[in-house]
């Protein structure tokens, strides 16, 4: 014998009659299980649709939403334009806001990459819930199309949300309407619900904050990009021979081995990179305050040389990048041998800034590091840093500390070796003292550990 919701009775269902009025068919909707009601399907009759109210609406924002990023994309434009005009010929302004939004830039990375890890559990569990409720359908089954018995008037078709459900199974509770032996059931049913409704909050405030981040991370990144190219353009203007040299950097970087000889050949054989390692010899080891490095030496964007000795750095250098380190110096490098240096698993698009004040020596393509950057930081250190998609600097030029000088790509661009096989976009950082590579760690800021902020 069947009833009118199409389940069969029997006298648990039967007894479930104490009179609560219950908007229960939200809860099947909520659990996907809409099938225990197939009368009410089975009785609704075809008729024309019109357009729907909500789908216009919901088109009309969109169309709002576009109009404003592009007045908005327009204003920022206008301001940068503004900004860049400003600075002029300034190089030390201009210095300023390269490393200033830099910097921002990584703090929203980092920001970004917190509410992603505190997403994942959450989505997690979500998705746990929902395959237990899936798996228990029969058994929720019989709880909703009993509850639905209970019920005085037909419940409203369109609420579908967990919250509505929750509340409806927590009023039919309440107003006694579940026998004790169905109770049990119908707790655990709430219980998850509860947490169901829980993660699904939590869950949408992450994603707004994550939302919100983002877009101010694109509107940081353009800014950057707009001041990196009018640096490169007045580096430019002052190295006026900078893309033929650039040419035969790389000409004699595919002639050589190894690294050690690609650093010897830049410094003696290109003329920027000479020039560089020269000045580097002369400026490249200040004298420090009483056995310490003067720090407010740092704080001048004007500077040309290094404002701290790199061997009185230890202990003060930021990771060139946000991210997670996968391998170590002195580690088993998985081919018999050690790790030279440590490689750092990004986001794709990650934001590469400079360690430490340093000559541009090398900057392209070399063998299977993929795009590299070397900074000859001055006492016979060397900076190396690969893996990246983009380079924006030049041999030659100086960079300070936090300057922005290289973009991410999408994937690893360095050799397996190098990157443990990762799916991630990976840079690779590496110290050398004449010629010989070191342990990087001393260098590295204390706040500095396994994940990487900076």
């Excluded at 609704?44 to 007045?71: G, V, W």
């Excluded at 806001?97 to 997403?119: F, H, W």
């Excluded at 490169?232 to 000889?261: C, P, V, Y």
């Excluded at 030049?394 to 990762?422: D, H, K, N």
């Amino acid at each position: 014998m069947t009833d009118a919701t199409g389940y069969a009775s029997s006298p648990t269902l039967r007894r479930l009659t104490r009179g609560a009025v219950l908007p229960l068919s939200l809860v099947a909707s909520t659990l996907h299980i809409a099938s225990i009601a197939p009368a009410f399907a089975q009785g609704a009759t075809k008729q024309i649709t019109a357009p729907d109210p909500e789908a216009i609406k919901q088109r009309t924002q969109e169309l709002e939403a576009a109009r404003e990023q592009q007045k908005k994309a327009a204003e920022l434009e206008k301001k940068l334009k503004a900004d860049i005009a400003a600075i002029g010929q300034d190089r030390s302004k201009l210095n300023q806001q390269l490393i200033g939004i830099a910097s921002q830039v990584r703090d929203v990375e980092g920001k970004m990459a917190d509410t992603e890890g505190r997403l994942r559990p959450l989505d997690a569990r979500e998705l746990q819930i929902r395959a237990s409720l899936e798996s228990r359908r029969d058994e929720i089954s019989e709880v909703l199309a009993a509850l639905q018995r209970a019920g005085r008037r037909a419940p409203p078709a369109l609420f579908v949300r967990p919250e509505d459900a929750l509340q409806s199974l927590r009023t039919a509770m309440l107003l006694g309407a579940v026998v004790p032996e169905m109770r049990a059931r119908a707790a655990k049913l709430a219980s998850d619900l509860g947490e169901l409704v829980s993660l699904r909050k939590n869950i949408s405030e992450e994603r707004d904050r994550l939302a919100s981040d983002r877009d101010k991370l694109n509107d940081d990144r353009t800014r950057l990009a707009a001041l990196v190219q009018e640096r490169q353009k007045t580096q430019a203007e002052a190295e006026k021979d900078m893309e033929a040299e650039r040419q035969r950097a790389i000409a004699l970087s595919r002639q050589t081995e190894n690294l050690q000889d690609l650093i010897a050949k830049m410094e003696q054989e290109v003329k920027a990179a000479a020039k560089a390692a020269a000045t580097a010899e002369l400026k490249g080891t200040p004298a420090s305050l009483n056995g310490k490095p003067d720090l407010g030496a740092l704080k001048d964007p004007a500077r040309l040389s290094p404002a701290i000795a790199f061997s009185s750095a230890k202990g003060l250098l930021r990771i060139p990048v946000n991210g997670t380190r996968i391998r170590n110096f002195g580690g088993s490098d998985g081919t018999g041998g050690q790790e030279k240096g440590i490689s750092i698993a990004t986001r794709p698009g990650a934001q590469v800034t400079t360690p430490c004040d340093g000559w541009v020596v090398y900057s392209g393509p070399f063998r299977s590091y993929g795009q590299l950057l070397i900074l000859n930081a001055g006492g016979g250190y060397h900076v190396l840093i690969a893996g990246m998609e983009r380079i924006s600097v030049t041999i030659g030029q100086f960079v300070l500390t936090g300057e922005p000088v290289a973009t991410m790509g999408t994937t690893s661009q360095v050799a397996s070796i190098l990157a443990a096989a990762s799916s991630q976009p990976v840079l690779y950082i590496e110290f050398r003292k004449d010629g010989a590579p070191i342990d990087s760690g001393p260098w590295w800021a204390a706040s500095e550990g396994q994940k990487v902020r900076g």
